[in-house]
C-alpha cells in the first residue's frame, strides 16, 4: 500500500442508493404484493358468486323458455363448464385488459365501470375531505379547550359510530329534501353539465358517508394531541416561552398527523363498502348499484370487473398511506 495516499470512501451506487429510497421501498413492496391479492381476490368472488342461488341463463331467458333454449344459452355463454375452465377463460382474458361484456346489456365491462367510476370517486373523494376537515378540527378545537367539548366529541364519535350509513341517509333526505326542500332527495348530475348541481347532488349521500369518518378523525386527533401536549418537552417547550399557537399546529398536530393519516387510510377502504349502500338510497349511479344490480342478475363478468377494480383501488389507498406515513414519520425516513 503506498504510503501518504488518503483512501477515499467509496461512492455509493446510483441505483443501490434509490433502491435504499423508503418512499421507492414502499411503493415496490405495495406493487409487488398486489399481484397475489388480485388473484385470491378474484379467486374468491368468481367461487362465491357461483355458490349463490339464481342462474344466469334463467334470469336472461325468463320462466317462458324451453329447456332447450335454456340449455343452448348455457353452452353458448360457458356456463355449462365446470368453474376453474369458467374461471380460466376470464383470467386469460383478463390479464391482456379485457374484462369481457355484460350478459345483459352486452356492454363492456371496461365501459360499464369507467361511466361509473366517476359517481363513485365523487362520493369517496368529498366524504374524505369533509372527514378530514371536520374531524381534524373538532379534535383540535377539544384538545385544546377541553371540559365539555371533549365529552361533546366523544359523543358525536360514538353516535357516529352506531347510526348505519343508510339510516342516516335516509332521515337527512326527510329532512333536508323533503320537509325542507333544500336539496335534491336522489339523482346525480355530471359535473360537466352544471357544478352547481352536481355539488347539490352530492351534499347529502357525502355527509351520509362521512359522519363516521369525522367521529373516528375528532376521536383520534383529539387524543393525539392530549398525548402530545401532556408531554414533558412540551411543557419545557411552554416555559422557554414557545408561543402556545405555535405548540399547537407545529409540534402537537405535526405529532398527531401520523395517527390522522393511519384512520384517513382506514376509512377510505371502509368507504367502498358504504358507497355500495348509500349509492342505492340516493339512487346515484355509481359501482355499488351496478354491483348490487349484477349480483342479483348473476352477471359474472360485470362483478368480476368491479371486484378488480376495487381491489386496485384499496392497493392505492394502502400505498398511498404508506407513502405519506414514510414522509411524516422521520424513523422510517432514516432507516
Known amino acids: 500500500m503506498t504510503e501518504g495516499v488518503i483512501a477515499r470512501p467509496e461512492r455509493d451506487n446510483p441505483l443501490a442508493a434509490l433502491i435504499r429510497m423508503p418512499l421507492l421501498r414502499a411503493t415496490v413492496r405495495r406493487v409487488l404484493m398486489a399481484v397475489p391479492l388480485l388473484f385470491v381476490i378474484s379467486v374468491l368472488s368468481f367461487v362465491l358468486v357461483s355458490l349463490t342461488p339464481g342462474d344466469t341463463a334463467q334470469a336472461i331467458l325468463g320462466t317462458q323458455a324451453t329447456q332447450e333454449q335454456y340449455e343452448a344459452l348455457r353452452s353458448s355463454l360457458g356456463l355449462d363448464l365446470p368453474l376453474y375452465e369458467q374461471y380460466w377463460r376470464w383470467l386469460s382474458h383478463a390479464v391482456t385488459g379485457d374484462l369481457g361484456s355484460s350478459l345483459f346489456s352486452g356492454e363492456t365491462v371496461t365501459n360499464a365501470i369507467l361511466t361509473r367510476l366517476p359517481v363513485t370517486l365523487s362520493l369517496m373523494f368529498g366524504a374524505l375531505l369533509v372527514s378530514l376537515v371536520a374531524g381534524v378540527a373538532l379534535g383540535v378545537f377539544s384538545a385544546v379547550r377541553g371540559g365539555v367539548l371533549g365529552r361533546l366529541v366523544d359523543g358525536i364519535a360514538l353516535v357516529g359510530f352506531a347510526l348505519p350509513g343508510f339510516w342516516v341517509g335516509a332521515m337527512l333526505i326527510v329532512v333536508f329534501a323533503v320537509a325542507l326542500r333544500w336539496l335534491p332527495p336522489t339523482g346525480y348530475v355530471d359535473f360537466a353539465e352544471s357544478p352547481q348541481d352536481w355539488l347539490r347532488s352530492l351534499v347529502l349521500p357525502v355527509f351520509a358517508l362521512a359522519l363516521s369518518g369525522i367521529a373516528a378523525l375528532a376521536k383520534q386527533t383529539r387524543e393525539s394531541m392530549l398525548d402530545v401536549l401532556n408531554s414533558e418537552y412540551i411543557r ?24 390522522v393519516v393511519t384512520i384517513l387510510g382506514l376509512q377510505a377502504v371502509a368507504l367502498l363498502g358504504g358507497t355500495v349502500v348509500v349509492e342505492n338510497v340516493f339512487a346515484l349511479p355509481g359501482l355499488g348499484s351496478l354491483a348490487v344490480n349484477s349480483t342479483a342478475q348473476h352477471d359474472l363478468p360485470v362483478i368480476q370487473g368491479i371486484v378488480v377494480y376495487f381491489t386496485i383501488l384499496v392497493v392505492v389507498i394502502n400505498l398511498l398511506v404508506d407513502l405519506a406515513y414514510t414522509w411524516l414519520n422521520p424513523k422510517v425516513r432514516t432507516s
Open 236 to 259: 419545557m417547550a411552554r416555559a422557554n416561552g414557545v408561543k402556545y399557537r405555535s405548540i399547537v399546529f407545529v409540534n402537537a398536530l405535526k405529532n398527531a398527523s401520523v395517527r
